[in-house]
């Protein structure tokens, strides 16, 4: 069974760092790609980065690039999200997901609530 | 990299159809056929429902159908059951990029 188990979210202030990780089992996490998205308090589903099975090349929507860096343990199954420069308009739920084949988000975790606030 | 317009909500009653709109532009719905839709219930993480603009995962009722033409796609609903109430987005390639739809909430009357 695919799981995806996110942790590290909590309060932050304003200006702060988190570092979001993703562990994973069920699968062969080294041979598909990973991807974050989040979620603002009643708002929609954001892309927020994607990486490569091997972790050598990552996406970023612009809006993103600079703050927040993507990166991947293949030794131990984990995907992590490193957020500096926090602001309150990044208070959301972050949501690790398996990239599929198929382009697709196939499974998703649980999500971890990061809070931006003074 | 803007986001994919959906109608921010839609209804119907128990047993009827509904189709959700989801448009794009040449760049993302209209260039790939890898056109998603995610249903997301209160509090819970999404669900895929529908990938490559009209495979069904296992497990998903073949209630839901997907289409494409030109840059919108489409999730339909037949035979809507209370359980269906949910908000559903949609999602598609960008070039390298990633982006979704706004949601929209589909009522169940």
């Known amino acids: 069974e695919v799981q995806l188990l996110e942790s590290g979210g909590g309060l932050v202030q304003p200006g702060g760092s988190l570092r979001l990780s993703c562990a994973a089992s069920g699968f062969t996490f080294s041979s598909y790609a990973m991807t974050w998205v989040r979620q603002a308090p009643g708002k929609g589903l954001e892309w927020v980065s994607s990486i490569s099975q091997s972790g050598g090349t990552t996406f970023y929507p612009d809006s993103m690039k600079g703050r927040f860096t993507i990166s991947r343990d293949n030794s131990k199954n984990t995907l992590y999200l490193q957020m500096n420069s926090l602001r309150a308009e990044d208070t959301a739920v972050y949501y690790c997901a398996k990239l599929s084949a198929s382009q697709c988000y196939d499974y998703w975790g649980q999500g971890t609530l990061v809070t931006v606030s003074s | ?109």
């Open chain 2, 1 to 109: 990299q803007s986001a994919l317009t959906q109608p921010p909500s839609a209804s119907g009653s128990p047993g009827q159809s509904v189709t959700i709109s989801c448009t794009g532009s040449s760049t993302d719905v209209g260039n790939y056929n890898y056109v998603s839709w995610y249903q997301q219930h209160p509090g819970k993480a999404p669900k895929l429902m529908i990938y490559e603009v009209n495979k069904r995962p296992s497990g998903v009722p073949d209630r839901f159908s997907g289409s494409k033409s030109g840059n919108t796609a489409s999730l339909s609903v037949s035979g809507l059951q209370a359980e269906d109430e949910a908000d559903y987005y949609c999602s598609s390639n960008a070039g390298s990029n990633r982006v979704f739809g706004g949601g929209t909430k589909l009522t169940v009357l």
